[in-house]
């Protein structure tokens, strides 16, 4: 049996698609590493034997405080290598953030083989440096390639969990004609869109709209609004269905959720978290844009009055929504979990 690590720690947008490619490795001995009290705790603790190491990354000024996290790195770098040698591991498996840094060295310096997803349009920094460390790049966009010339890379696009694939009931008490409005903030919300939105959300609901409010576990204000039209909600599980339900989505412009509304063809309002590294998410969302199929503003520059009217026309224009939900149509690469699965599956050690 193959023995394998995945990597993923910290936001929805690593590890739900190291989830979806894992479910399609049945074959696999999966072992599971993360970080302390982050999401993989509770999405993956019950499926998989889950490890966890103190890593995080280089963003601050103190030099003190840099020494201490350079030191947490290499301590993780060497406890990793017991880890991968304790449990025989073929393959290692990791999607970005943190944790990739020191599972990436310590696999090079085991000559254990890494393949690492890069979902963003822009890769980051972390990305660009342990390339050269692993035996393959995949890329969850095909033109994030020309900004990494000098490594082995493919596109086989942003894996999502299998649910999206086929049609989900949504249990939530909205009619079957109604128009509805999403707002995601992310796994962990965004408290600044969720402030604005609720400024608008009682224009929309005039017009006959429902809204769907998922507003993450830090908003205070989460319950300020009270309308049977209104449903807010701190996280709900089925995501596939409410995307499948929607007809438009105000979002940030996470990698993973613009895979889902692509695959769920749902037209969305981008709002790209400002302060994302390397403002990646602004260049995940401007390529939907350029495809048509959504619209984008910058958080500090999208007011209450530019929201609300985009919603009231678009909810307005059948036709404009019709034809954004064909476009984002055109944008989904089919079947990524299952093409990761099998670039494992052909990469083990020697």
């Known amino acids: 049996m193959i023995r394998l690590l995945i990597a993923a720690s910290g936001t929805g947008g690593h590890v739900f698609p190291a989830l979806a490619v894992a479910k399609r490795l049945p074959y696999c001995d999966i072992h599971w590493l993360g970080t302390p009290n982050r999401l993989e705790q509770r999405l993956v603790d019950d499926i998989y034997p889950l490890y966890t190491v103190p890593v995080e990354g280089f963003q601050t000024s103190s ?3 840099n020494i201490q996290i350079l030191f947490k790195l290499l ?4 406890w990793i290598k017991e880890l991968l040698k304790k449990k025989k591991i073929d393959i290692v498996f990791t999607t970005g953030g943190y944790i990739s840094g020191a599972v990436t060295l310590a696999a090079y310096i085991s000559g254990i083989p890494v393949i690492l997803h890069e979902s963003n349009y822009i890769p980051g920094k972390t990305t660009r440096l342990l390339s050269y460390f692993c035996k393959m790049t995949a890329l969850g966009f095909k033109e994030t390639a020309k900004y990494l010339p000098w490594v082995s890379t493919i596109w086989l696009g ?3 969990r299998e649910q999206f694939y086929t ?5 939530l008490n909205i009619p079957a004609k109604a128009i509805l409005i999403v707002i995601i903030g992310g796994s962990q919300g965004a408290v600044s869109i969720n402030d604005l939105v609720r400024e608008c959300v009682l224009d929309w609901i005039k017009l006959g709209a429902y809204v769907v409010h998922l507003t993450g576990n830090n908003d205070s204000k989460a319950n300020t609004i009270n309308h049977p039209q209104y449903i807010s909600l701190t996280f709900y599980d089925n995501m596939a269905a409410l995307l499948q339900r929607a007809d438009l989505a105000i979002s940030r412009a996470g990698s993973g959720t613009l895979a889902e509304l692509a695959i769920t063809k749902t037209p969305a309002i981008l709002i790209p978290y400002p302060f994302a590294a390397e403002n990646h998410q602004f260049y995940n969302a401007k390529f939907f844009v350029d495809a048509q199929a959504a619209y984008c503003y910058q958080q500090k520059k999208l007011t209450k009055d530019t929201l609300t009217k985009d919603v009231l026309d678009l909810i307005e224009d059948s036709t404009k929504l019709k034809k954004m939900a064909y476009e984002m149509s055109k944008l989904i690469t089919k079947d990524s979990a299952q093409k990761l699965a099998e670039l494992l599956g052909n990469n083990l050690k020697s």
């Open 63 to 65: 030099i003190i405080k």
């Open 75 to 78: 301590k993780s770098v060497f």
């Open 158 to 160: 942003t894996p999502i």
């Open 167 to 171: 049609s989900q009931n949504l249990d």
